[in-house]
């Protein structure tokens, strides 16, 4: 049982690239999540999904995508990678959103 | 959408004492309200949750209690230990705008003095 699994553990990037963070999960968890988290401001909820092919927008959802095409992957596309976007990104999974939630190890994201 | 307020962003206590943070929600219809530990470059781990049907929970050396009158929640920690150094962090369930997940609070760094 690895749990959460979130792939890579670091990246870089220039601004104006694309990539996909992935996350995996094996308990069998309805919903999955993305956060952020910067220095000073907690985690912040980007998207979330309730289940397969379900997805829904978060607190600060611009400038990424999600998709849910099985109950166990959740990747997270940057469309065009800014500067902003520097951060630590942690994936989660939970049987109900009021449920435990278990983070992924985190993807650390430097965009030059 | 939901707001979480923390207090303070940073407690130092020593050894043996017992340290409290705070936290504060606006949303009322809020019914769940975790607590997550995160050490220096780790992930979150939840440590305590309550919900809204409950005034308090307790775990051993911790324990969770909310107002719901107030709108605000606290963490309680007793007989602090070294490894009770990490940052922590409250969150609520946000239900607001549409959005159903946790609105965290900016986190309280608890440093244990030996």
């Known amino acids: 049982n690895a749990g959460v699994t979130q792939t890579p553990k670091f990246q870089v990037l220039k601004t104006g690239q694309s990539m996909t963070l992935q996350c995996a999960q094996d308990?069998?968890?309805?919903?999955m999540s993305w956060y952020r988290q910067d220095p000073g401001m907690g985690l912040r909820l980007i998207h979330y999904?309730?289940?397969?092919?379900?997805?829904d927008q978060g607190e600060v959802p611009n400038g990424y995508n999600v998709s849910r095409s099985t109950t166990e992957d959740f990747p997270l596309r940057l469309l065009s990678a800014a500067p902003s976007q520097t951060s630590v990104y942690f994936c989660a999974s939970s049987y109900r959103v009021s449920e435990t939630q278990y983070f992924g190890p985190g993807t650390r994201l430097l965009v030059l | 959408g939901e707001n979480v307020e923390q207090h303070p962003s940073t407690l130092s206590v020593q050894e043996g004492d017992s340290a409290v943070i705070k936290c504060t929600y606006s949303d009322s219809a809020s019914n769940y309200f975790p607590w997550y530990k995160q050490e220096l470059g780790k992930r979150p781990q939840l440590i305590i949750d309550i919900r809204s049907n409950v005034g308090e929970k307790k775990d051993q050396r911790i324990a969770v209690t909310l107002n719901k009158t107030a709108k605000h929640f606290s963490l309680h920690i007793t007989e602090t230990q070294p490894e009770d150094s990490a940052v922590y962090f409250c969150?609520?369930?946000?239900?607001?705008?549409?959005?159903?997940?946790?609105?965290f609070g900016k986190g309280t760094h608890l440093i244990i003095q030996p």
């Open positions: 969150a609520a369930r946000l239900k607001g705008g549409g959005a159903d997940g946790l609105t």
């Open positions: 308990m069998n968890h309805e919903y």
């Open positions: 999904s309730v289940g397969a092919g379900i997805t």
